[in-house]
């Protein structure tokens, strides 16, 4: 118990010390006007207040994964907790606040456009392909998990074809409609539903007396589960989760003020981050330990342990209202995740979304190919979304820690997590099944050489572009100043 709720702590302290020095590291400049007054179209760019954005924010990044992946890393034990409190202060946060805030500087530029013009031109085309695959898989999990735990609520009295019908209707309006019509109407309901069932949990395992695991030298390092690279990988959302970086330029472009940045962007990964530390010590504690989780998961997947460790702590009523806050999550991201994929491939061909039609046929396509995967197995889908997330993240944090080498700030702040996240992500895939199958060992020492290659590759890169321009070009064409 005091583990979980030092880890609260900790997180909460870390938005008001940590988060405040990331953003004077970054330099907000409250008179340059954002791209939600420079380039208002209407549809996705207009002014919100910084209350609303927050809102949506966090329920365009809390997809299941905060959820999901905390109650299969709980397997783990309570080192689970360590790397949700430090991943999130440390990377996740930064992650999400330095994207949103170069989207703001670059007129709400979604990530492969940023990776285009701080990584190399051909860095654009990888990151828009690999973006658009992640949002797929997002959409795609973000509609069977919430199907799944609707279905399992109705006691199976509505079909799951029927119920997959009806949210990819709601996803197709969301993705279509101005931005103010329904995320921003809809949006501020359904966090006050996520936050009350999350505090709701997280009350009562206090309440109860919950026995919540403490976080010792013996299970610091579980037996048999290796945690590097799998817990980072298992874990995403709620510590660092690359999907963010694709939800980050839809509130960039609608934040009236750069001083709202801290709030909105590193402020709602911190919350993200105490979500997760509240399913992740639900899944600890109620279930007999790791052994009754496991058998839990095989049965029913993360959703089982939803709907029975919702009952548990809060009854019939409050256990139904809580797994609706959950199945709000991810369908308030994967609306967001297809809206994403539409304004990256509109950016990306240069079309004006003003235009519904123009809108249409861009994003039917998308909606056609993530309904096909519906019809592949979850827990594939999962190992895939998770790799290709983390992957992003890494690409994100290169771009931050890129971005603010040429302005000669402190660029440690992303370069630390990126390449402890190259080297996790590259050790997953040359090691797992998915990928290239090596052995782990084998693995650990070419992902160390990648690594070492990446980095050093980032510095003769950095030192060009630093060097090929003045501070007043660099002011000009890299912090860019709206006009």
């Known amino acids: 118990m005091y583990t979980f709720i030092a880890g609260i702590v900790l997180l909460i302290v870390g938005y008001f010390t940590y988060g405040?020095?990331?953003?004077k590291v970054f330099g907000v400049k409250e008179q340059r006007q954002t791209p939600a007054y420079t380039?208002?179209?209407?549809?996705?760019?207009?002014?919100?207040?910084?209350?609303?954005?927050?809102?949506?924010?966090?329920?365009?990044?809390?997809?299941?994964g905060p959820i999901f992946g905390p109650i299969m890393g709980a397997l783990y034990g309570p080192v689970a907790f360590i790397w949700i409190v430090v991943g999130c202060i440390f990377a996740g946060a930064v992650h999400d606040y330095l994207t949103g805030m170069i989207s703001i500087r670059n007129r709400g530029a979604h990530l492969p456009e940023l990776a285009g013009k701080f990584l190399g031109k051909s860095m654009k085309h990888v990151v828009n392909v690999f973006a658009i695959l992640l949002l797929l898989l997002v959409g795609t999990v973000f509609v069977t998990s919430p199907a799944t735990l609707l279905h399992n609520l109705m006691d199976g009295a509505v079909g799951l074809g029927v119920i997959l019908g009806c949210i990819f209707v709601y996803y197709i309006l969301a993705t279509f409609l101005p931005i103010d019509k329904v995320i921003g109407r809809f949006y501020p309901v359904f966090g006050a539903l996520l936050l009350i069932s999350a505090v709701g949990v997280g009350i009562m395992l206090i309440v109860t007396g919950a026995p919540i695991p403490e976080l010792t030298l013996a299970n610091l390092h579980p037996a048999q589960a290796p945690i590097f690279p799998l817990l980072f990988l298992t874990i995403s959302c709620g510590a660092l989760s690359g999907f963010h970086a694709t939800q980050t330029p839809i509130i960039s472009r609608t934040t009236q003020s750069e001083r709202h940045g801290r709030k909105i962007f590193y402020g709602m990964m911190i919350a993200e981050g105490i979500i997760a530390m509240i399913w992740a010590a639900a899944a600890m504690s109620l279930f007999r330990g790791p052994v009754g989780l496991n058998e839990l998961l095989a049965s029913g997947g993360p959703a089982a342990v939803v709907s029975e460790a919702s009952t548990l702590l809060l009854g019939a009523i409050g256990g139904t209202l809580a797994v609706l806050g959950v199945i709000v999550l991810p369908i308030t991201s994967g609306d967001t995740a297809f809206r994403s994929a539409r304004m990256i491939l509109a950016d990306y061909f240069n079309v004006g979304q003003k235009k519904i039609m123009n809108r249409l046929w861009i994003a039917l396509p998308l909606f056609a190919l993530s309904f096909a995967l519906t019809k592949i197995d979850f827990t594939l889908l999962w190992r895939y979304f998770s790799w290709a997330n983390q992957s992003t993240a890494v690409i994100a944090l290169w771009v931050g820690a890129m971005y603010l080498f040429i302005a000669k700030r402190n660029y440690w702040i992303a370069m630390i997590p990126g390449i402890f996240m190259t080297m996790a992500t590259m050790t997953y895939i040359l090691n797992a099944g998915i990928g290239f199958g090596l052995p782990l060992n084998?693995?650990?020492?070419?992902?160390?050489?990648?690594?070492?290659?990446?980095?050093?590759?980032?510095?003769?890169?950095?030192?060009?572009?630093?060097?090929?321009?003045?501070?007043?070009?660099?002011?000009?064409?890299?912090?860019?100043?709206a006009s």
């Not at 020492?445 to 501070?471: D, K, L, N, S, W």
């Open 442 to 481: 084998v693995s650990y020492v070419v992902a160390a050489v990648i690594t070492a290659g990446i980095t050093v590759a980032f510095y003769f890169a950095a030192y060009r572009a630093r060097h090929r321009e003045t501070p007043l070009e660099i002011e000009a064409k890299h912090w860019e100043l």
């Open 20 to 23: 405040k020095f990331v953003e």
């Open 39 to 64: 380039h208002s179209d209407g549809v996705d760019y207009l002014p919100m207040n910084a209350k609303k954005n927050s809102l949506i924010q966090l329920l365009n990044i809390a997809g299941v």
